[in-house]
């Protein structure tokens, strides 16, 4: 009983979202900014393992704070990730039952009930797999969601000095590869969400005002009336 009346408070909830039926995808690589980007844009709370936008009222799909918060629960400070022998590395983020896989079935969790109520989300990603993106993107589109991608992207430098000093850095060399993944995948991405549906912002510098600057395209993006027919119907039926 309590599963059903759960379903039927997001059902409830989608309905009358104002951001029904969006999804957000966020890419950028470790050390390119996208926790400040985000919160920035979307006025998203720091800390805990599950936020909402202040801002827009999207639901904020992250592991990375459901993977601190299992560090932390076995004693391992996530800034120790950096200095970690390459098996001490594997046993955290390798494996069934390792904090790593029990952050993503957190998260999985959480998103697959936004989901089924059909809530707008911000989904937090590397975007260094685009198999990934494309896959997540094509079932969500097939539940009725329109998708879109701010891609964050920074030069190297940047993105390794900034690794060096937060909170969860990784080991540089892994700082690297993924950096380049993500840099052969941005036109791919462009082709994938449309260029009218992607901003792509250049993080290098400091500060916020760059940031502050593309507000009104972000919430440009949200004003988009849903185009999705799958969606459309969806919201006809629930209504």
Avoid: C
């Avoid at 801002?55 to 076995?74: H, P, R």
């Avoid at 879109?148 to 430098?157: A, C, K, R």
């Avoid at 892994?174 to 462009?190: D, P, S, Y």
């Amino acid at each position: 009983m309590k599963l059903v009346k759960l379903f039927e408070e997001f059902i409830n909830e989608g309905v009358h979202d104002k951001n029904i039926l969006k999804a957000i995808f966020m890419a950028g690589g470790p050390g390119s900014g996208k926790s400040r980007v985000a919160k920035e844009l979307f006025d998203i709370p720091e800390g805990g393992i599950q936020s909402i936008s202040y801002s827009t009222g999207l639901k904020v799909i992250n592991s990375d704070q459901a993977f601190e918060y299992e560090l932390q629960k076995i004693g391992i400070d996530p800034k120790n990730l950096a200095t970690m022998s390459p098996a001490e590395f594997d046993a955290v983020t390798q494996g069934e039952g390792s904090p790593r896989e029990r952050a993503k079935k957190l998260t999985m969790h959480r998103q697959t009930l936004y989901m089924r109520g059909r809530l707008g989300m911000l989904i937090d990603g590397t975007g260094d797999d685009y198999k990934k993106i494309q896959t997540k993107k094509n079932l969500i589109e097939k539940l009725g969601y329109d998708t879109f991608m701010i891609f964050v992207n920074t030069s190297l430098e940047v993105a390794l000095e900034r690794n060096a000093a937060r909170s969860r850095s990784l080991p540089e060399a892994l700082v690297k590869e993924i950096w380049q993944a993500v840099q052969n995948n941005i036109g791919h991405f462009q082709t994938l969400f449309g260029n009218e549906n992607i901003i792509i912002i250049d993080n290098s510098l400091s500060g916020t005002a760059h940031i502050k600057q593309m507000e009104g395209a972000i919430a440009k993006l949200l004003r988009k009336p849903l185009q999705n027919r799958i969606g459309k119907q969806w919201v006809k039926a629930n209504s």
